[in-house]
Each structure stands twice: as C-alpha cells, then as structure tokens.
C-alpha cells in the first residue's frame, strides 16, 4: 500500500537538510516521546497478544538477529526474492530527499542497502538486540548519515511533518490495533511525504 500525506505536491523549501545535526532541536527527533518504552500511549495493562509478540521477537530463536531480515537477491527468481525486489523499488520510486525512515527495521539490512541513495534515515525497532546490531553496523562501516534507534511504532520518537518518506516491509500485519500506528505515521509524515506499508493478507 502505497499513502500520499495530506496534500500532494512539496515546495523546495521544505525539503530536509542532508544531515540533522545529533537528530535533535530543529530535526526529525522529538525529545518529548520516549520510543524505547516497552508499551504504546494506549497498550492494555498486563501480558496480552502484544506482550507475546514482542517477547518472541526480542528472546528466543525464532527471530533471530542473524535471518529476521532478507537480504536483497536482485537476479533471484524465487518469488520472497522478487517481491523484496519489488518493494525496495518501490520504495525508491517515491523517494524524492529529506528524511527517510524505516519503520519496524529489525536488524537494519533494508536501510543499510538503501543508505547510498538516502539523504538521512532512521530505522525504529522496539527489539533492543535488532537495534544494537544495526547501530553496530553503522558504527563499523562510519556511515554518518544513517541512524538506528529503539522506538514504539503506536509512539514514533519523531516530530510533526518532519519525514518524507516511511517504508514497512513484513510487520505491520503482527501489530494489534494497527490503526494507531497508521495514525502515528500520518502524524510525523511531510506534506506531501509518502508511506510504503506491508499489511501482508490484511484486508
């Protein structure tokens, strides 16, 4: 699915700098949302569906940090490989500059392959292991440019009208009460700014 913020069209004067200085004051960060926190504004009290998931996300071997993410096969012909491919192009089609953020990103593989072609990027993930290996990575190879942070996906840490595009691939779908972060998505996006989301067999 593919979402247009609320108005098409996007003067030059609002495109994002190439870089937000430490991603706080005048950036994409909001300091006032605190993204790592392990529950969303509105998340029952107690264990639940939710606290089920992220427990089998972040623990176990199900989900390990070393195959939740894909990694792109462009000359592949399986089917997996070839609808990867055609969500990363997608995603490429409707990135115009500015901050792209990459919501849900595990492991950080999607946003490390597609760092060359963004101006600044963000990848939110509420599983601190996932987060850790994909800043490790950033830290490895001094991409300076790309950022990985702990984040709720119902309480994005980021300002208002300050992304130009959000990509999901794979994990919205696991998400109860998904229209809260479809709110939450609309709420940080541009005017004009694009959402690529996965909602998998949703209907």
Known sequence: ??????????????????ALEHLGEGGALNPEVDGSAGTSRDAPSGRGIECDIREAYEHGDTYAVSRICASLKPNSTEYADRLLQAKVETV?????????VDLCCASGEHLL???????FGVGLDFSKRYVTRAQGEVDARSITHIHFLLADAKALPLADDSVSLLYSFSSLYAIPKVE???AEVSRVLKRGGVCVL???NRT
């Open 198 to 200: 996965d909602m998998g």
């Open 180 to 182: 809260t972060v479809i």
């Open 1 to 18: 699915m593919v979402l247009s913020s609320r108005a098409a069209g996007r003067e030059a004067a609002q495109r994002d700098p190439p």
């Open 113 to 119: 392959t597609l760092a060359p072609r963004f101006e």
């Open 92 to 100: 490429l089609r409707h990135y115009d500059g500015g901050v792209a």
